[in-house]
């Protein structure tokens, strides 16, 4: 998995490099936009993280340019605004995601994995939380050893809750990522989907927060 | 006005007076006149002037020689040269008497008064009239041109009224006068240099952002590699872990004050719904309430009211956080919305110490924290030091005062504990 690393300031650079190498990530860094936008059009990478704060180029049209040469290259913006407008205007542009700064790591990995994942050239693409074990190729769901047969609907809801591990998910976003606009969603849909999950998974591997949504408790 | 109205009473009285002077003057002439003309036929005076006019001519010797038909037999004033007045005929008459040396008679001249009285009145009212009709008059076109003159002011005045506290664009006026023109050019000079100033100091705060969570981040990076490859001084890195998050905190908090300071935030209000936002706040701190083994929920329905997005959730973040530290491991929190005498309400509440009475005005101060009064065994009770930076009440305050709301704090349902209660004026069905 190759990165490009857009980042400025050189004392943030190398520990991230160094922190995504430790990851098994193969990291270019460059540290203007004018570099950055040479080395997508040159040596495409898979991911590119960047921040938004460059000397050169405004990070928003670093990544409008990246769009015109790109489409689908995966861009995970790294910066120091974190008002409600300026993730809109980054997520508007043609982000993927979008980190705040000061972030943690872990959450950086996270979020570089699902990148990864909907790239589908991940070296791993299963999930394994608990007991349940959850392959993102090939469909397939093991619980305790044992492959279980799930709906469409019911693997949609089970990869959301798997991948945000730890999180709550609350209904709508439950609902919007599985259900198209278009679709009648009846108003207990969601708990029907969830008691046949409990039914196949145990009764305690997702739980309710009532009033919010349904979390999968990260081990 | 009044001072015209004095002066034209006092322009009436004089010319009266000088009319009476020119009156008495022609009264001599006139007498002089009958006296010279020798035929008596040729005396006849014009019928109109007749009228008003009457003269005797007496001998020396006291003997009438002649009367027009309106005059009386007798003596119409004394013989004795000069101004007199009479009564006869019904009225009152100036007279004068002349002798004439010449002819060696008296000429017994009679004017009437009131007819005098009418002809000054006429001729000084037919002089001053015009004054008289023009004062008001004039005074409704000052008044006109005036309220004309001073209509771009009452217009400046108006919009200078209504303008927003926070609203600095610049004034605008049609076709302004020159004098104003000058006016309107300060101000909007002015306007500029305040909203290029608080332009200024937003840049700043967004700098300072920048500046401060990048070291924040670099710090956090390398900290993350060092115990990456060195997982046994994890021991030693604690504290330097724990500093680093209150650094962060400390760091976000005191953007979110100042950006949510009234002064500074410019809120954009749309329709949102608290039940929703609580969902998303909720979310959002989960993996802090799953670390301390909280349990929470949330009760209510969607209420929808008027707000800034971005200031609720900040709100509502500090409000569950501050729940979230105070509560002790495995214990229980609730967020709940609803409508209660038609005003929206959010209310979050924990199983912390909760907060005596005596002190719950105390907390909404900046860097206040209620360690800080907590009796010792209890501040010890803590499972883990709670590390709050003692603004997160402060800036709920500010932006519960940004949308009109009142913050009730009173003791939770739980056995203890304390529940922060925002009541917002407003609701929207």
């Known amino acids: 998995m190759q990165l490009l690393l857009v980042e400025d300031d050189p004392s943030l650079a190398s520990g991230l490099q160094r922190a995504l190498q430790n990851e098994g990530f193969a990291v270019n860094h460059v540290a203007t936009g004018q570099h950055a936008l040479q080395v997508v059009k040159t040596e495409t990478p898979d991911i590119v993280i960047l921040d938004l ?3 050169d180029i405004d990070g ?22 974190d008002t409600l407008d300026d993730k809109v205007a980054g997520l508007d542009t043609g982000a993927d995601d979008y980190l705040a700064k000061p972030f943690d790591m872990p959450e950086l990995l996270a979020r570089l994995r699902v990148l990864e994942r909907r790239l589908g050239t991940a070296q791993s693409n299963d999930i394994s939380i608990g007991h349940v074990s959850l392959s993102t190729t090939s469909h397939e769901v093991i619980a305790d050893g044992v492959e279980l047969v799930l709906s469409k609907r019911e693997y949609m809801l089970l990869k959301a809750l798997m991948e945000n591990a730890g ?3 609350t209904r709508n976003s439950l609902e919007s990522k599985l259900y198209s606009w278009d679709d009648e969603i009846a108003s207990n849909a969601l708990e029907v989907h969830i008691h046949n999950l409990r039914k196949k998974l145990g009764a305690d591997y997702i739980k309710t927060v009532r009033g919010v949504g349904y979390t999968v408790k990260k081990v | 006005m009044l001072i015209n109205f004095l002066s034209a009473v006092q322009g009436y009285r004089g010319g009266m007076n000088q009319a009476e002077l020119s009156f008495d003057e022609q009264l001599t002439n006139i007498a002089q006149i009958i006296s010279d003309i020798d035929s008596f036929d040729n005396r006849e005076l014009p019928e109109m002037v007749s009228e008003t006019l009457a003269y005797q001519i007496w001998t020396k010797e006291g003997e009438l020689q002649e009367r027009t038909h309106n005059a009386p037999v007798e003596l119409l004033t004394h013989l004795e040269n000069g101004f007199n007045f009479a009564n ?29 009285y009418a002809m000054a009145d006429r001729i000084i009212v037919e002089s001053i009239m015009p004054i008289v009709i023009g004062i008001p008059v004039t005074g409704l076109i000052i008044w006109f041109f005036v309220g004309r003159g001073l209509s771009p002011l009452y217009k400046l005045a108006n919009q200078l009224h209504k303008k927003h506290v926070e609203d600095l664009s610049p004034l605008k006026l049609d076709n302004p006068p020159q004098e104003l023109a000058q006016v309107l050019q300060s101000v909007n000079q002015l306007m500029q240099r305040l909203s290029d100033s608080v332009t200024r100091e937003k840049r700043f705060a967004s700098d300072a952002a920048h500046e401060l969570r990048t070291p924040i981040s670099i ?29 962060e905190h400390l760091v976000d908090q005191i953007l979110a004050l100042y950006r949510c300071a009234p002064d500074q935030f410019i809120a954009k209000f749309e329709m949102i719904d608290l039940y929703k936002i609580a969902q998303d706040v909720i979310a959002q701190q989960y993996q802090s309430i799953e670390q301390k083994q909280q349990s929470i929920e949330l009760l209510g329905d969607a209420v929808k009211i008027k707000a ?3 200031a609720i959730e900040t709100l509502l973040q500090n409000l569950l956080s501050n729940a979230i530290k105070y509560s002790p491991e495995g214990s229980e929190l609730r967020i709940s919305t609803g409508i209660k005498n038609a005003q929206a309400i959010l209310c979050v509440e924990d199983s912390g110490p909760g907060i005596i009475k005596e002190n719950r005005a105390k907390v909404f101060e900046r860097f206040y924290r209620a360690t800080d009064e907590m009796p010792i065994q209890a501040a010890n009770a803590e499972s883990s030091p709670v590390t709050g930076c003692g603004l997160g009440l402060a800036i709920v305050q500010n932006i519960a005062q940004q949308h009109h709301a009142k913050i009730e704090l009173s003791d939770s349902s739980f056995v203890s504990g304390l529940a922060v209660t925002v009541v917002f004026s407003g609701v929207d069905e």
């Open chain 1, 53 to 55: 704060g460059l000397p």
């Open chain 1, 60 to 81: 928003l049209d670093v990544l409008k340019n990246i769009r015109k040469q790109q489409a689908a290259l995966p861009v995970l913006l790294l910066t120091a605004r």
């Open chain 1, 167 to 169: 999180k709550v998910q």
């Open chain 2, 88 to 116: 006869f005929s019904n009225y009152r008459w100036r007279t004068y008497a002349l002798f004439d040396e010449h002819h060696q008679h008296w000429v017994l001249l009679a004017q009437r008064m009131d007819i005098r």
């Open chain 2, 219 to 247: 710090l956090k990076i390398h900290l993350h590699n060092l115990l990456h490859e060195h997982p046994e001084i994890t021991a030693e890195t604690a504290e330097f872990q724990s500093s680093l998050s209150r650094l």
């Open chain 2, 308 to 310: 800034s997005p971005f």
